[in-house]
């Protein structure tokens, strides 16, 4: 089965300027999780996706990233303006709920941001 | 909320020897243990996982022990091979209601020297 696509895989903007990644996640996972990962640190939990709902966003700095799944597959997470300490690895992360694998969480290859 | 240690942050072992990475977490409540191994420009990949009714769980060289008293979980690979070089990470998971909250150790990278 194909895992979790990510794209774009690299990307350098100014700060000030927006940016968006896209996650498409593994076909039937219904729970969908974007993180942060900083350099040298362990992966941070931004928001939590339920289908197209919100389980958790208490870690998004809802003041300047926004993330949408409209369809309950795709999202985006958008970063409007972007800050140099958003500089970071952007990793989403796929998995089957109600299943005896249902806390499986599975990785794409994660979006490179520099913000200069 | 959960706060997990993780050390040591750099491990450098001879092929062929043992490497034994520790984490302790803060939240009684948690329930599920995952490691997951991160190697350059890549995700993270699950490698072993280990539930709180569980003490301890063996996969070929990997092996994960949990102690709930003391709330700390290890992993352990043995015979270590040039291709298990990577940052290692641990990971406490609460589980509630069908969702899950996932905290991350810093993570450790792992040098197997040939």
């Known amino acids: 089965e194909a895992g979790v696509a990510q794209s774009p895989r690299y990307k350098i903007i100014e700060k000030r300027q927006s940016v968006a990644f896209w996650c498409n996640p593994i076909s039937g996972h219904a729970t969908l999780y974007w993180y942060q990962q900083i350099l040298g640190q362990g992966p941070k939990l931004l928001i939590q996706f339920q289908n197209n709902g919100v389980v958790d966003d208490s870690q998004l700095p809802k003041d300047r990233f926004s993330a949408e799944r409209l369809k309950g597959v795709d999202s985006t997470l958008k970063i409007q303006p972007a800050k140099l300490e958003d500089s970071a690895v952007y990793l989403c992360?796929?998995?089957?709920?109600?299943?005896?694998?249902?806390?499986?969480?599975?990785f794409g290859p994660g979006t490179r941001l520099l913000v200069l | 909320g959960e706060n997990v240690e993780q050390h040591p942050s750099t491990l450098s072992v001879q092929e062929g020897d043992s490497a034994v990475i520790k984490c302790t977490y803060s939240d009684s409540a948690s329930n599920y243990f995952p490691w997951y191994k991160q190697e350059l420009g890549k995700g993270p990949q699950l490698i072993i996982d280990?539930?709180?009714?569980?003490g301890e769980k063996k996969d070929q060289r990997i092996a994960v022990t949990l102690n709930k008293t003391a709330k700390h979980f290890s992993l352990h690979i043995t015979e270590t091979q040039p291709e298990d070089s990577a940052v290692y990470f641990c990971?406490?998971?609460?589980?509630?209601?069908?969702?899950?909250?996932?905290?991350f150790g810093i993570g450790t990278k792992l040098q197997v020297i040939p």
């Open positions: 990971a406490a998971t609460l589980s509630s209601g069908g969702y899950q909250k996932v905290t």
């Open positions: 280990i539930r709180s009714n569980v």
């Open positions: 992360a796929s998995s089957l709920p109600g299943t005896s694998d249902q806390e499986t969480q599975y």
